[in-house]
């Protein structure tokens, strides 16, 4: 019988969103994590999980330098020869190049005009132009894997959205910066489509490039129009950072 002193485990430490604890266990326990604790914050619930280590690396490694060994044997052993037969052939090209050199006269080469090319700009991504973003702004479980693929491949561009505040705070302490949480689509208390966006870092008035009239004050439920720059995604908050190109109220 194996023990958990024999066995090795690797622990991972999630954050979650108060109220998306659920969905955060299931994705991980379905990917094998075993559940081990989990403390409740005010804003964000700490979720600790752990799976057991492979026994088998160290075997795999092994193996694999020893066929790494064997195939670099055979490509040295090939180069060798390659090596022997190349200057009869170097030679007898040499002297076909020499001979045909000789019988053609030369001319001045004449250069071509370069091509002025103008680089197309990049595409604003769009739920109407791009099934991807459509489709993320739809899922149920802001923890899927689809949102990690989507801003992997799309980190830097810039995406167009009718969206929401779902959450302000403070960031870090300060009195006049703060860490706004972004949901698509209008503002709701019982459901909230898509990824979780997070503007970090930031004023409510110029880091927010107002677009149009710049509202007195915003707050949880304020239904806005957003152009961002799509940055980093972070699994262990399943958090979407985006950057402000501009905003304004729907």
């Known amino acids: ?83 022997r037969s190349a200057p009869d052939e170097g030679m007898a090209a040499n002297q076909t190049a020499e001979a045909e050199a000789e019988e053609t006269p030369t001319s001045e080469p004449t250069q071509a005009e370069p091509t002025p090319t103008n680089a197309p700009e990049p595409a604003v991504l769009t739920p109407e132009n791009d099934a991807e973003f459509a489709a993320i702004l739809a899922l149920g479980d802001y923890c899927s894997p689809e949102i990690a693929a989507f801003a992997s491949t799309h980190r830097g561009e810039t995406a167009v959205f009718p969206g929401h505040i779902g959450a302000i705070n403070p960031h870090g302490g300060a009195a006049t910066r703060y860490d706004i949480l972004v949901g698509a689509g209008d503002f709701s208390e019982t459901s909230a489509p898509g990824p979780a966006f997070q503007y970090r870092d930031v004023n409510t008035t110029n880091d927010m490039r107002w677009a149009g009239d710049v509202p007195d004050s915003v707050g949880v439920g304020t239904n806005l129009a957003i152009m961002a720059e799509i940055g980093l995604y972070e699994e262990s908050s399943c958090l979407l950072l985006i950057e402000p190109v501009r905003t304004s109220v729907r």
């Open 1 to 83: 019988m194996t023990t958990d002193a024999e066995v090795q485990y690797e622990q991972r430490t999630i954050r979650a969103m108060r109220g998306m604890e659920s969905t955060t266990i299931k994705k991980w326990q379905d990917d094998g994590w075993e559940l081990v604790s989990q403390t409740n914050g005010k804003l964000r619930t700490e979720i600790v999980f752990r799976r057991a280590k492979p026994k088998s690396r160290r075997l795999l490694w092994i193996i694999g330098g020893a066929a790494f060994a064997l195939i670099l044997g055979s490509i040295v052993t090939v180069g060798v020869i390659s090596e």
